[in-house]
């Protein structure tokens, strides 16, 4: 599948949306669009607001994005954590073990 047709699967919120992430997360090491398309997508409610446990689609997105630990990926990884309400913010810094999220290390 291509990366529009991940995105597609996520947008639709359908039962393969979590599997889409993951792997446009496993693209973002060595694909700049594969990130900078699920950068964009943890702005969407259907990530944001989707949560296994404490844990939702968006932060398993920016955590994927931090562990494909290309600059760019990383890049996208910030610009995604600073769009989290602040709740979320705190919480995903507290699950990665850092007060930072530039010194996070998935």
Not at 51 to 78: D, E, F, G, K
Request: net charge negative.
């Amino acid at each position: 599948m291509s990366n529009i047709e991940l995105a597609d699967l996520i947008r639709a919120g359908g039962p393969y949306r979590g599997k889409a992430v993951f792997e446009l997360g496993d693209r973002a090491t060595t694909d700049n669009d594969a990130a900078s398309l699920l950068g964009e997508l943890t702005s969407l409610p259907v990530l944001r607001d989707d949560r296994i446990h404490a844990m939702s689609l968006a932060w398993a997105a920016i955590v994927s994005l931090l562990a494909a630990r290309t600059p760019h990926a990383r890049q996208v990884a910030y610009r995604a954590f600073g769009a989290l309400p602040e709740t979320d913010q705190r919480d995903l810094l507290a699950y990665l073990r850092c007060t930072r999220i530039e010194d996070a290390q998935p």
